[in-house]
């Protein structure tokens, strides 16, 4: 059970929707990011767990906290912004788009990849697997974004808990790769250390998908696990940004428990594996 299991709102104190307005209001005034379209019941819980994680009693305390101290900030968008990743998470996704997607771009030169929230990096790195295996790498150009620049800068390092090391190594054997993942990586006490060569097509930039506007076209757009903490409105938005992202007939992934079968924007993509959550750009 994790800790989030254990939350009770009656442990910090009744939020109610008037504080978590009152919140996202200060949040967008004062550090320029806008929740207020994430999906409520999951925002109120991580703000719970901030309450608890840091001894305070309610969101006016909290308030007083952010205006004062930066770094609770920090902790705060990273607790919101949900960063579990794993290593070719979800396998059989990864085998669908090694064996079914990069041979449809594998001819584009060059390759153009965004991954729109990487958090720490887990996914770039798969990515870069992937087409290093496949032996299209040097033609990928890919753009590792997210919101939270604290995240970027793990997925740079590339350094991780030597603990997180099992379910990886399980995901990349379901992923029947070439290799073995400790061909990529290097262990240094507690921790591994990813090839970092395998980052040598790789661009970070601090995105937020909320704000953010088109930046450039893509051939493949992962966005996995991310658009389930969003409103449908927002959910919308996002997929329209993602349409003037891609090329016409560039892919679109989101995360196994995502659709965008409920956007009205869905109608410009046509369903590529309903199973695996991959879309293809159909019109303007
Ligand atoms: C659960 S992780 C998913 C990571 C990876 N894509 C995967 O599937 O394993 C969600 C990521 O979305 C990012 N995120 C949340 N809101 C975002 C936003 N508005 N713009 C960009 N990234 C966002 C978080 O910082 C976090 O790193």
Request: aromatic share 12%; glycine share 4%.
């Amino acid at each position: 059970m994790n800790n989030e299991t254990h939350l009770s709102f009656t442990s910090v104190g009744d939020i109610s929707l008037t504080d978590l307005k009152k919140l996202v209001t200060f949040i967008k005034n004062n550090f320029n990011f806008d929740f207020s379209q994430y999906a409520m019941s999951s925002f109120k819980r991580r703000v719970a767990r901030v309450l608890q994680l840091y001894s305070i009693s309610n969101v006016d305390e909290l308030i007083s906290g952010l205006v004062n101290r930066r770094e609770l900030f920090d902790e705060f968008l990273k607790e919101i912004t949900v960063n579990h990743t794993e290593m070719f998470r979800a396998p059989s996704f990864w085998r669908k788009l090694r064996d079914q997607v990069i041979p449809l771009l594998a001819c584009n030169q060059p390759i153009r990849i965004w991954s729109a929230a990487c958090s720490s990096g887990e996914e770039i790195y798969s990515l870069a697997i992937l087409l290093q295996e496949a032996g299209v790498y040097e033609k990928a150009r890919i753009v590792a974004s997210d919101i939270n620049d604290r995240v970027i800068a793990k997925a740079k390092s590339g350094t991780y808990w030597i603990r997180s090391l099992e379910v990886n190594e399980k995901n990349y054997q379901r992923f029947e790769g070439k290799m073995k993942l400790s061909d990529y990586y290097v262990t240094s006490g507690d921790n591994y250390i990813m090839n970092k060569d395998l980052l040598r097509n790789v661009s970070f930039k601090q995105f937020d998908l909320v704000m953010g506007s088109e930046f450039s076209k893509f051939d493949l757009i992962l966005c996995r696990n991310v658009l389930i903490y969003f409103t449908p409105e927002l959910q919308n938005q996002v997929l329209r940004l993602f349409n003037n992202s891609l090329f016409m007939k560039g892919f679109l992934a989101v995360g196994e428990k995502e659709t965008i079968a409920f956007c009205k924007n869905a109608e410009k993509f046509e369903t590529f594996c309903a199973e695996e959550r991959i879309y293809r750009k159909i019109s303007e």
